[in-house]
């Protein structure tokens, strides 16, 4: 058994205060609070300042549910020599720094409280260049990487030893969460430029690999109502225990061309207060699934053919790989069956001329009862999902969508939208979890449904480090423009701008792209494999984010993300590099440069890192799971100076370096 990685913490549990419920019946359920201390209005797990620089702190209560708590605040540090505090009582507290050193700060109210750890630093003076008399880092073989926290790197000096050498210094935000903003300073002394290898590459064969028209999924407003969703329901979840889950009924399967009236409004503030019915007809049925269409859907939709062969898709393909992989939702409509309803309700919330989609989507209030205890009066009370209707006139808002599109995508729509479901069922009602899944690591969960489908689909399999050879295959390209494209593109998005993109949120295609990038690195490195991992994830779970992370790998999840950001780098460019800094399922050097869409070939390998050669003052600002790549050469018998710091200060240890000699 793995022993469990515990993250720091930096928000503590506190005080209940009472919910509310839309049942008619039952107590009220708990809305748990949490006291969180805010620097620069975003949560962060630790902060710098100099000596006689200050720092304000806010403290404040607030519930599960989104409600900010009134209450009395005291403040205390752990050493007033290194950092005093100018009041002691209050919402916000300033921060002054006396001496070098370290101290906690701690908020408290009532029996509630959180830690802010405030790190008091000398600024950085002296020479950049390096002298005789300063050690030096000896030089790397190529492939060679050299692990460092940002306050290592104040004044780091690089030997270039008899032949010289190229480079990369990789930068890795690894706060807590991605509002935890860190500006960087980073200069550099008697340095060249980086002429590589790695480099941009370029395909010499561009082959099509993207069937579908011009659309894109509306990623944003999917993740928003997810977001949305969880939030309306955060309290209802606190009280699943209480929630009976009814016996099997198999009987109560509806027969073929049965009505069924079903709320599919996503307009409510809280999803469960104003339904708004239509009929459907059940138009297919089968071992995992009943189809149910709108009747008030456009004209020139699926045929009862199609709908068949998307329900046998389903029991064939979708049912296996994602129930394997993430485990059974509960039954709780007893029919043994997932309702899939095709409804214009989902063509309607694109908006006219929109070159944006909404494949579909799962929504979490139908998981509850209709009566009784956490009651949501608009709940279908089923497992159950919204899927885009072919629409080829254009009818809904003149957006045509034609029967060759939708049914293109509906599959992977399905795939992506079951994680969701199993998810949110299993800590509903079989592992009683405290809270949902974070929205990136949910995300990134079904992207790699979505792969799993394209395993199953093309034949092939992870760490067979997959590149534009395996694709020409007509089954396999099939398999990835239906199934994995999307990912790609999306990872595509945060290779063109990886410091201002996260892991753990912030852009939304670009964090997407990179957790599912991660989540596969992650599942390739952890010697328990794929289906052990998704298991520890989402069947066996009652944790969320990076705690979960942590549980199931066994590790700090952040050392791997670190470690990820290099493997973008160096994987399938590099001889002799470690194998933690590779990707052994894809080949993205080679794969990426050869796609052709239609708005051309990508034609190279779109990371950017900046060259310290042509900028040796550079500054940025890295996202919370944001990483950075600077390039520098030093020549023969020269040595290198390097500094970063932030604001003037070493930068905290929350920075991570990795330093790779690439040539």
Request: net charge negative; charged share 20%.
């Amino acid at each position: 058994m793995r022993a469990p990685w515990i993250a720091p913490l930096v928000v503590a549990l506190a005080l209940l205060s009472g919910g509310c419920s839309d049942g008619p019946t039952g107590s009220r359920p708990a809305d748990e609070a949490r006291l969180t201390i805010s620097a620069f209005g975003a949560v962060s797990e630790d902060a710098t300042i100099g000596v006689d620089d200050s720092l304000h702190l806010s403290a404040a209560l607030i519930t599960e549910s989104g409600k900010t708590l009134t209450g009395s605040v005291t403040w205390r540090t752990s050493d007033a020599t290194v950092a005093n505090l100018l009041q002691t009582e209050g919402d916000t507290v300033v921060v002054v720094g006396l001496k070098a050193g370290a101290a906690e700060i701690t908020a408290t109210s009532g029996s509630a409280t959180a830690t802010e750890h405030v790190t008091v630093a000398l600024p950085v003076t002296g020479q950049l260049t390096c002298g005789p008399g300063d050690p030096s880092i000896t030089p790397l073989a190529v492939g060679q990487a050299l692990s460092m926290t940002g306050d290592q790197v104040s004044h780091l000096c690089v030997d270039g030893g008899v032949a010289g050498g190229e480079y990369t210094l990789v930068a890795f935000n690894s706060a807590l969460v991605s509002d935890a903003r860190l500006s960087l300073d980073v200069a550099a002394s008697d340095i060249v430029s980086a002429a590589g290898p790695p480099r941009p590459n370029v395909g010499a064969t561009p082959f099509t690999t993207s069937l579908k028209p011009r659309l894109v999924p509306d990623a944003a407003l999917h993740l928003r109502m997810l977001e949305s969703s969880h939030d309306r329901t955060a309290s209802r979840l606190r009280s699943a225990a209480l929630l009976p889950v009814a016996a099997p009924r198999l009987a109560n399967v509806p027969s073929l061309g049965s009505e069924m009236r079903l709320n599919a409004d996503v307009e409510s503030s809280d999803g469960c207060s104003n339904p708004t019915y239509r009929m459907g007809r059940v138009v297919a049925v089968s071992t995992h699934a009943i189809l149910v269409e709108d009747e008030s859907n456009p004209s020139g939709g699926f045929t009862t053919a199609q709908y068949d062969s998307i329900a046998q898709e389903f029991d064939r393909d979708v049912w296996p790989v994602d129930t394997e992989n993430f485990g059974t939702p509960e039954d709780i409509d007893g029919n043994g069956r997932a309702i899939i309803f095709y409804t214009r309700a989902v063509n309607e919330m694109t908006k006219s001329g929109s070159d944006e989609y909404i494949g579909g989507f799962f929504y979490n209030r139908d998981l509850f009862p209709t009566s009784g205890q956490n009651a949501c009066k608009g709940s279908n009370h089923a497992e159950m999902f919204y899927m885009l209707v072919p629409d080829p006139g254009g009818e809904v808002n003149g957006n045509i969508r034609s029967v060759p599109f939708v049914r293109g995508v509906t599959v992977g729509v399905l795939a992506h939208e079951f994680q969701h479901l199993i998810n949110d069922s299993r800590r509903l009602y079989v592992n009683h979890a405290p809270a949902w899944e974070e929205p990136w690591l949910n995300e990134g969960l079904s992207h790699i449904a979505e792969e799993l489908m394209f395993y199953r689909k093309s034949g092939l399999q992870p760490k067979q480090n997959i590149g534009p050879d395996q694709l020409k295959d007509g089954t396999a390209l099939q398999a990835y423009n239906e199934f994995e494209a999307d990912n790609v593109s999306r990872l595509i998005r945060f290779l063109q701008a990886p410091d201002q993109a996260s892991l753990m949120g912030g852009d939304e295609l670009s964090t997407r792209g990179a957790i599912w990038s991660f989540l596969r690195y992650a599942a390739d490195r952890d010697p328990a494999g794929d289906k052990a991992l998704w298991n520890a994830l989402v069947k066996n779970t009652t944790t969320s984010g990076l705690q979960n992370l942590g549980n199931a790998l066994g590790v700090n999840p952040r050392d791997w993300m670190r470690d990820w950001g290099v493997s973008v780098y160096t994987d399938d460019a590099l001889p002799g590099v470690a194998a933690e800094y590779s990707q052994p399922s894809w080949n993205m050097r080679a794969l990426i440069p050869a796609l052709r869409t239609e708005s051309g070939a990508v034609g190279r390998y779109p990371l950017y890192a900046f060259s310290l050669g042509f900028n040796p003052t550079a500054r940025l600002t890295l996202q919370g799971g944001g990483v950075a790549y600077a390039r520098f050469g030093v020549e023969p018998a020269a040595r290198a100076g390097l500094r970063v710091t932030s604001g003037g200060l070493p930068a905290p240890e929350h920075l991570k370096i990795i330093l790779v000699r690439t040539k």
